[in-house]
């Protein structure tokens, strides 16, 4: 699954802020490749997708839906401080030629600050965000396990094999599909929110307590 990512980008002499969703952009379509002819799929030998499996699935497919809605809670969240911050870049850039020296260099140093502030917000609600979203694939994974020994199990499979790490598999050795039908009949969605992340003294962000 496309991780969900805000990306930070900060100006130069007035250290503007801004903040934007940043979507992983389609590869550029690579050329067909040429049909292949399997050779007899071997017995006892199988193949999984794992991301293919929760990305396909129903609750997958709502884990980033929901991730979507999140990401934009944050942007609305953090947009009102980046549209003043940049608003007070400009405005010194305009009176920079008239302001006195001192308080020039306060305004500046003011605006600087307030730069900083807004880039650990960022920074964190970024964490925040991954976060999240590996705690709910995290759900999924436990969810998917039992429905992958299962369908080891009634396909005959001696051998499970990832198929992400196979460069060319027989299609018929593959239980991804059968996989996903058996997550979409186990979960669909679950509730989840942004994780909060709180910040000690020198340390590490570590996991608020949940309550």
Same mark, same amino acid.
């Given at each position: 699954m496309t991780?969900?990512? &805000?990306?930070?980008?900060?100006?130069a002499i007035a250290a503007f802020a801004s903040i934007s969703v940043a979507q992983a952009q389609p590869a550029p379509a690579?050329?067909?490749?040429?049909?292949?002819?399997?050779?007899?799929?071997i017995a006892g030998i199988?193949?999984?997708?794992?991301?293919?499996?929760?990305?396909?699935?129903?609750?997958?497919?709502f884990i980033s839906s929901r991730m979507d809605q999140?990401?934009?809670?944050?942007?609305?969240?953090?947009?009102?401080?980046?549209?003043?911050?940049?608003?007070?870049?400009?405005a010194i850039e305009a009176a920079r030629?008239?302001?006195?020296?001192?308080?020039?260099?306060?305004?500046?140093?003011?605006?600087?600050?307030?730069?900083?502030?807004?880039?650990?917000?960022?920074?964190?609600?970024?964490?925040?965000?991954q976060a999240t979203e590996q705690k709910a694939l995290g759900r999924v994974g436990q969810e998917l396990d039992p429905v992958v020994r299962q369908v080891y199990q009634t396909s005959h499979c001696s051998l499970l094999l990832n198929r992400d790490a196979v460069m060319i598999g027989n299609?018929?050795?593959?239980?991804?599909?059968?996989a996903v039908?058996?997550?979409?009949?186990?979960?669909q969605q679950f509730q989840f929110d942004r994780?909060? &992340?709180?910040?000690?003294?020198g340390g590490a962000p570590v996991a608020a307590p949940s309550h």
């Open positions: 991780s969900k990512v &805000l990306a930070l980008g900060v100006g690579a050329p067909a490749a040429p049909a292949i002819t399997h050779g007899p799929a199988c193949m999984i997708s794992v991301d293919q499996a929760i990305g396909t699935s129903t609750v997958g497919k999140i990401v934009q809670q944050v942007r609305a969240e953090l947009s009102p401080e980046e549209t003043a911050i940049n608003t007070e870049g400009h030629q008239t302001m006195d020296q001192a308080a020039l260099q306060s305004r500046v140093a003011n605006l600087n600050l307030r730069v900083s502030n807004y880039q650990k917000k960022a920074e964190q609600r970024q964490r925040e965000i299609p018929a050795m593959d239980i991804t599909g059968a039908v058996g997550l979409n009949a186990r979960i994780e909060h &992340l709180d910040t000690p003294a």
